[in-house]
């Protein structure tokens, strides 16, 4: 079974920085590929960025150069740090493992999510 635990979110200035860490089962990022998506109230959940078990990333077309996704094997954790962060990137943001053999950003694909850490930027 696969636990993820978000961490790392709260409250920042326009401009500023927050680095969100996801706690995973052991082996889990080398087994599948992990991202990370946010969901803001009536809105659908959406990906922000995905990186798979060979280290290859992709974002989400909003991230503009300023998220990066990494993942330390030997801590089983996933970052993402955001920098250049603005009023529009203030969502609850959730870590999640992705079915097997799967890479992408479709929010069907995933198949474990933590419980999320929000991210509130003004």
């Known amino acids: 079974h696969v636990q993820l635990v978000e961490s790392g979110g709260g409250s920042v200035q326009a401009g500023g920085s927050l680095r969100l860490s996801c706690a995973a089962s052991r082996y889990t990022s080398q087994y599948f590929c992990m991202a990370w998506f946010r969901q803001t109230p009536g809105r659908e959940r959406e990906g922000v960025a995905a990186l798979d078990i060979d280290g290859i990333t992709t974002y989400a077309d909003f991230v503009q150069g300023r998220f990066t996704i990494s993942k330390d094997l030997a801590k089983n954790t996933l970052y993402l740090q955001m920098n250049s962060l603005k009023p529009e990137d203030t969502a609850m943001y959730y870590c999640?493992?992705?079915?097997?053999?799967?890479?992408?950003?479709?929010?069907?694909?995933?198949?474990?999510w933590g419980q999320g850490t929000q991210v509130t930027v003004s």
């Open positions: 999640a493992a992705a079915n097997w053999g799967y890479f992408g950003l479709h929010t069907r694909e995933y198949r474990y």
